[in-house]
Each structure stands twice: as C-alpha cells, then as structure tokens.
C-alpha cells in the first residue's frame, strides 16, 4: 500500500509541475511532465485531461483526441474528456481541417525527402493557414526557410511557434542559429565598403551557387548602382532584379543566371495562382462537408477502435483484444498509431488464434457446432492448415452436423486435398461421397 501511496505521489508531483508550465505556455515542458506523471499512474484522469489540452494547443489535434478517448474508456461518467470530444465531433469544419492537415504535413515531409522544398514550403503554408499552431509546422517551414539563406522568414516562423509553445528547445536552438547568421549577414554588410568583394556559396538541391556576399534584396528606396545575381528559389514567389557592374568576365553567367531565375518566377507566379486557386475551392468544401465530415468520424473511431483494442490486452483479455484488431482499419491510421497497430498485431495474434482455437475445440466437443464454426472460420482464414489440418476437418463435420451441405463438401475437399494419403483424407472423402448421394 505504500509502494502504491508513493506511486499516487509521484504522479501528482509531475502533474502539478506540467500544470505550472502550462500556465507559462512552456506546453513542450508541460507535455514531458505529464507523459512523467502518466508512466507512474496511467489512470490520472486529470492529467490525462490536461495533456489531451496540451497537445491541442500545439496542434497535435490527433494526440489530444487520442488522450481524451483514453480517459473516458478509464472514466465514462463525469469526465471532462466527454465535453472535449463533443466540443471537437460537433464541429464538422474542424474534423475536415485536421485531417487536410495531417494529410498535407505529411505531404511536405514527403516532398523533403524527395528534395523537393519548394513545394514542401507551400504544402506548409497551406497547413499552418488551417491550424497556426502546429508548432513542427513552424519549425520544419523555419529550417527550409534557413537552408535557403532566408533568415528574416525563418525568424518569424520561429517567433510564431515561440508564441505558440515558449519553452521548446528545438524552436529555441533554431532561433539561436538563426540570430547567429543573420548577426553574421550584419557584420558582413557593414563592412562591404572597405574590404574587396567576396563570395558565398550555397546548396540549391543538387548545385552549388556562388554569389557576392554584399547582394541586397531589390527596394523602391534604393538607388541601383551595383549588378545583382540572385537567383530565386522560393516557395511562392521571389522578386529579383539584375543590374550589370560586375567583372565581366561573369557576364555570361549573369545572363544565363537571370533567364533561369525567369523561368521560375513564372512558374512560381503559377503555383501561387494554383494555390489560390486551390484556397478557394477549399472555402467551398468547407461549406459543403458532410461527406467529409463521415470520413473524418470514421477516422476518430478507428483511432478508438485501436485504443480499446490496447486496452482489452493489457487485461489479457486476448480474445477480445484479437477480435477488436480485425476491425481495426490501418490505412485509416497516422505513422504513429500505424507502428502501434503493428506491434500490437503481432502480440496479440498468435495468442488470440490459440485462444480463439481452444474455445472452438471446446464448442466442438461440446457438439455446439454453430459457435464451434465461427471460431473455426476465424483460424482458417488465418492459417487454412492450422494444426496439420484438424480445423479444417472439424470445421467441415461442424458445417456437415449443422445442414450446411455445400460449406461441408468444400472444407472436406480441401482436407483431401491438403493432406492425400491420411486416415483423414480417407473419412473426409467417404463423408463427401455420402453427401453427393444424399443431394438430388
């Protein structure tokens, strides 16, 4: 009782320590205290609750679902979660934007991979215009912003996702590398006058670009007296303007430069009015989304569905947990909740096919050939030649004593079939004979 007294203790201590951090908006510190306060007593419905909000506020609309499901299994009846998970299901609009989300962030992080950031900056831009307070939204736009040498839009990326979640490391250690660089970009225009002009180089996919430390961004303030290369590479669209002073042994490759950079503000001109394009019928869906909306309840209840079934095997009730899993639709899951479902899979299905097996045996042998036939069914599908073919054969004599002639002749030819030569075989092919004389 003590042990358990300490354990109650220590769950209310991280508790109480998420719930300060929280008032501060340090939600990143909050989270970590109460997953703390969770792993010693997975029953604290209040901090179960609260990290359900904690996660919603950062975005993670999905993860907060998923506590709140999880705290009102442990408690139905006056649980705050209820009223949360209304508050959600009610508001159809919402369900469709969080499953656009999850569905164009996960778009972007595939459009990483395959080096395409252009297109992963405005798969970006369209998720945080639907939900501003995904903070990893903030930060992976931040980072392809700084790869690109655009510090000033990474900064303010990092600075709403600050507003957002003050206390996270990752957006702080980015702001930190951000401020150092554009410290650095300060230094260097300051002292462009009195030293030779120098380079940079930078990454652009797979070339490498080299250009005048001293280039500035083009501004109707600004009196033109140096040539620019700037090549643009931006998620919308980017403005440029090339003026010649340079050497000239760099003016071929000035205007070579300058004709690519205007293939692709064409192209990015129309991107920008395709994604406009797309905003609109957006709007328009939104209003029309009831078919949407069924799509994203079927979401939710599959995400429960795969919580119940975490549930019931933590009670070892097997059984339940084995036939919760086959109604569970893992296409319907995200990355998380996938890698969840195949490891639970795995534990559960071997002891859920003996444990379904077993209880078939017994119907059987109890003559309940009915019940004996759905759990039998169940280990076929699974394994057609489970225990060298003896729930094969008894599934057939199970369908043969309960007057399903066509499913009996079926399974005592696959018998025959499976295992020739066998005692079994023998009977399963005289049992088939005496079912073909007694059908007209």
């Not at 169940?378 to 007057?403: C, N, P």
Request: net charge negative.
């Amino acid at each position: 009782m003590d042990s358990y007294n300490k354990i109650i203790r220590l769950s209310n201590t991280f508790y109480n320590d998420g719930l300060k951090k929280a008032k501060v908006r340090d939600l990143s510190g909050a989270a970590k205290s109460l997953r703390m306060s969770l792993q010693y007593y997975k029953a604290n419905i209040e901090a179960r609750n609260l990290l359900g909000l904690v996660y919603y506020e950062m975005g993670e609309v999905v993860d907060a679902l998923s506590e709140w499901v999880i705290s009102r299994s442990l408690k139905p009846e006056g649980n705050p979660a209820e009223q949360y998970l209304d508050a959600i299901q009610s508001n159809s609009s919402r369900l469709s934007s969080v499953n656009q989300t999850i569905k164009k962030y996960n778009q972007a992080l595939l459009y990483c991979q395959q080096d395409s950031k252009d297109l992963a900056i405005i798969q970006l831009k369209k998720v945080l215009s639907m939900n501003p307070g995904l903070v990893k939204a903030h930060q992976l736009l931040a980072l392809l912003y700084m790869e690109e040498g655009k510090y000033e839009r990474a900064r303010r990326e990092l600075s709403d996702a600050a507003r957002v979640d003050t206390g996270n490391l990752t957006t702080l250690r980015y702001l930190r590398e951000v401020d150092s660089c554009l410290q650095k970009d300060v230094s260097a225009s300051k002292g462009a006058g009195h030293k030779k002009e120098e380079t940079a180089s930078y990454r652009s996919g797979n070339e490498t670009i080299i250009q005048p430390v001293n280039v500035r961004d083009m501004s109707p303030l600004m009196t033109i007296i140096n040539l620019i290369i700037g090549v643009a590479i931006g998620a919308l669209i980017t403005y440029f303007l090339i003026i010649p002073t340079v050497r000239q042994n760099a003016v071929s490759e000035a205007r070579k430069a300058e004709l690519e950079a205007n293939n692709e503000l064409t192209s990015r001109t129309q991107e920008m009015n395709s994604l406009n394009q797309e905003i609109e019928d957006l709007k328009a869906k939104i209003e029309n989304m009831e078919g949407e909306s069924a799509d994203t309840q079927k979401i939710i209840d599959n995400y429960e569905q795969m919580i119940n079934v975490c549930f019931e095997y933590s009670q070892q009730n097997i059984q339940a947990a084995g036939d919760g899993i086959g109604q569970v639709d893992p296409g319907l899951l995200g990355a998380q909740a996938k890698s969840v479902y195949d490891r639970m899979n795995g534990l559960v299905n071997e002891q859920y096919m003996a444990a379904v097996y077993q209880q078939a045996e017994q119907d059987y042998n109890s003559r309940n050939f009915a019940a004996a036939i759905t759990g039998l069914e169940k280990v076929v599908k699974a394994e057609e030649d489970h225990d060298d073919g003896y729930a094969i054969y008894h599934l057939a004599h199970s369908y043969r004593q309960t007057g399903d002639i066509e499913n009996a002749k079926k399974y005592y030819q696959r018998m025959i079939e499976l295992h020739p030569g066998t005692q079994r075989a023998k009977a399963s092919q005289q049992y088939l004979d005496e079912l073909n004389r007694q059908q007209p």
